[in-house]
Nanobody
């Protein structure tokens, strides 16, 4: 069992930047690839970004590529999502998640098992 606690988020203007954080408990953080997903009102939860266990590989949804950066700090057991040039369509609840054993850089929700509590990001235009 892994517990993920998210922070960051809030209300920003279009074009602004924001950073989300996700802290994992336990000593197995380095064993998990990590991902970020988001869910807008009335829509399915969608993949945003993923990072490998070592942080050497990352993968992004086309909609955020070039604007968002996923990273991890193994010493702090934390994964980050740095978001730049935010758009109104980025408005959603954002979730971090741990990848299942044997999976890495997946974009399917089924490839992730433990989830953070979610944090709201609202971008006003």
């Amino acid at each position: 069992q892994v517990q993920l606690v998210q922070s960051g988020g809030g209300l920003v203007q279009a074009g602004d930047s924001l950073r989300l954080s996700c802290v994992a408990d336990g000593q197995t953080f380095n064993s998990y690839a990590m991902g970020w997903f988001r869910q807008a009102p009335g829509k399915e939860r969608e993949f945003v970004a993923a990072i490998s266990t070592t942080g050497s590989r990352t993968y992004y949804a086309d909609s955020v590529k070039g604007r968002f950066t996923i990273s991890r700090d193994t010493a702090e057991n934390t994964v980050y999502l740095q978001m730049h040039s935010l758009k109104s369509e980025d408005t959603a609840v954002y979730y971090c998640a741990t990848a299942r054993r044997g999976y890495s850089l997946g974009r399917s929700r089924a490839e992730y098992d433990f989830w953070g509590q979610g944090t709201q990001v609202t971008v006003s235009s």
